[in-house]
């Protein structure tokens, strides 16, 4: 069984770019939720994916969106950046309709907007 | 609002010594709890995964509770090694929230030799 894997696992982006966030999750998971989570912070949930179609949001303003694909694989796409995106972007899959909820994460991507 | 807090924010501890990481929660409509190990800049590694139904999960050298009417958890670390070093993270699953995790802050816990 393969895990949750990140690409990239670093990226530096200038204020105003665009930036995409991939994720691969662990086999047989068919959810797949994103959380950003900035230094000496806990995560904070941004999105969560099911069946490709968004089903729950964070506070987190619309220039973070997302994609998941029939692989079940995601992208997290971050327009307008701003100094505060600089955070590690954390992917978590699980199966939907196991009882447990249990979530696994992946390794994360360091975002650094300068 | 719901809320997870953790206290100590960080905790340095000799070698050895046996200790208690405390989670709080504000809501006692949870589905679960997860507790999560950091290390720097690293993604989260799954500790222990309490139900709502269970009151408390081991595994090896750990020891995570849950009391779901005061709104607490703690995680139990037996017999510390400077390898234990890391930052805990508290999760809540509570229920009506889909997949959405709500994390405390973290321990940071430093083990010394």
């Known amino acids: 069984e393969t895990g949750v894997t990140q690409s990239p696992t670093h990226l530096i982006k200038t204020r105003g770019q665009q930036v995409t966030l991939r994720c691969s999750s662990q086999?047989?998971?068919?959810?797949v939720s994103w959380y950003q989570q900035a230094l000496g912070q806990g995560p904070q949930f941004i999105f969560q994916?099911?069946?490709?179609?968004?089903?729950g949001r964070g506070n987190f303003p619309p220039r973070f969106s997302g994609l998941q694909f029939p692989n079940y694989s995601s992208e997290l796409n971050v327009n307008a950046l701003e100094l505060d995106d600089s955070a590690l972007y954390l992917c978590?899959?699980?199966?939907?309709?196991?009882?447990?909820?249990?979530?696994?994460f992946g390794p994360g991507t360091r975002l650094t907007v300068t | 609002k719901q809320e997870v807090t953790q206290i100590p924010a960080a905790l340095s501890v000799p070698e050895g010594e046996n200790l208690v990481l405390n989670c709080s929660f504000t809501?006692?409509?949870?589905?679960?709890l997860q507790w999560f190990r950091q290390d720097p800049g690293k993604g989260l590694t799954s500790l222990l995964l309490?139900?709502?139904?269970?009151r408390e999960q081991t595994s090896g050298r750990l020891n995570a509770s849950l009391d779901k009417s005061s709104g607490r958890s703690t995680l139990y670390i037996a017999a510390s090694q400077p390898g234990d070093s890391a930052t805990y993270l508290c999760?809540?699953?509570?229920?009506?929230?889909?997949?959405?995790?709500?994390f405390g802050a973290g321990t940071r816990l430093a083990v010394h030799p």
């Open positions: 999760a809540v699953l509570f229920s009506g929230g889909y997949n959405k995790l709500i």
């Open positions: 809501d006692s409509a949870i589905y679960n």
């Open positions: 978590a899959s699980r199966s939907w309709g196991r009882s447990s909820y249990e979530q696994y």
């Open positions: 994916y099911y069946r490709e179609e968004e089903n």
């Open positions: 309490i139900q709502s139904s269970q």
């Open positions: 086999s047989g998971h068919n959810t």
